[in-house]
């Protein structure tokens, strides 16, 4: 819901996707010590995790802002991700959480 929030307020703001992008993605079910320690072996091995880095430097997305991958495809996130009433009243409450960094988005 933040990615995509943040992708809309980016391009608003006239920001190129040549300059900037911001999707979001499902690492999936990776074998990480505390996965091994509670459910055993049920992923994916910790050396084949790579989806974050092959999202953040792939050609194959290059332009592309706002959009959720699963398994280096693009996806459908849940239908409130996209809800613009939720994401305004997320966007508030961490504005007041955060309000340097809100003030440095309203300068944008």
């Not at 990615?3 to 307020?9: G, I, L, P, S």
């Not at 592309?64 to 809800?83: L, P």
């Not at 966007?91 to 309203?106: R, T, V, Y």
Request: charged share 20%; hydrophobic share 45%.
């Amino acid at each position: 819901m933040l990615c995509f929030e943040f992708a809309d307020r980016l391009t608003a703001a006239g920001f190129d996707t040549s300059r900037v992008t911001c999707n979001t993605l499902d690492p999936g079910t990776v074998n990480t010590k505390m996965l091994l320690a509670g459910w055993g072996a049920c992923g994916i091995p910790v050396k084949k995790a790579l989806d974050q880095t092959w999202l953040a430097t792939s050609d194959e997305v290059e332009g592309v802002t706002g959009q959720y991958f699963v398994g280096r495809h693009n996806r459908k996130a849940a239908s409130s991700a996209y809800d613009a009433g939720a994401r305004s009243k997320l966007w508030g409450i961490l504005s007041i959480l955060a309000p340097d960094a809100a003030a440095i988005w309203k300068q944008l």
